[in-house]
């Protein structure tokens, strides 16, 4: 190919790019909004909920999610990654001082990083 020419794109290459395209302005538009940060608000509420009411509820969740299929786990762990490791900080043998600050921080900084523009606009 002389320099200055573009290939065309094939059928599948077309495909990729429209799905990573759509996907990658979902998520933006999701975060600008502040649908992540009511999702993950709301997961790491119900997180703190069963450590407070039920500590066996959160062993149960960590348990179920490792029971699923290794496909199914990575996507959950991809999805949902802060989450997934304040509840493997929980399920560590840690004293329970450094995972409840891990924990904390975790989720702290989880929720930072999804507050909406709008609230973190400065006037």
């Not at 709301?42 to 703190?48: K, S, T, Y």
């Not at 179920?64 to 990654?81: E, S, T």
Request: no cysteine; proline share 4%.
């Amino acid at each position: 190919m002389e320099a200055g020419q573009t290939r065309a794109k094939g059928t599948v290459e077309r495909v990729i790019e429209g799905l990573a395209t759509g996907i990658g302005n979902a998520v933006g538009f999701a975060a600008e909004s502040g649908i992540l940060f009511v999702v993950f608000g709301a997961l790491w509420l119900a997180v703190g909920v069963g450590l407070i009411v039920s500590q066996g509820s959160v062993d149960a969740a960590w348990q179920a999610i490792g029971a699923l299929p290794l496909v199914v786990q990575a996507g959950v762990w991809v999805l949902f990654l802060p989450v997934m490791v304040g509840l493997w900080v929980w399920e560590t043998s840690w004293p329970i001082v450094v995972r409840l600050t891990l924990l904390i921080g975790v989720a702290g900084w989880n929720l930072l990083i999804f507050l909406p523009r709008a609230l973190t606009a400065r006037p």
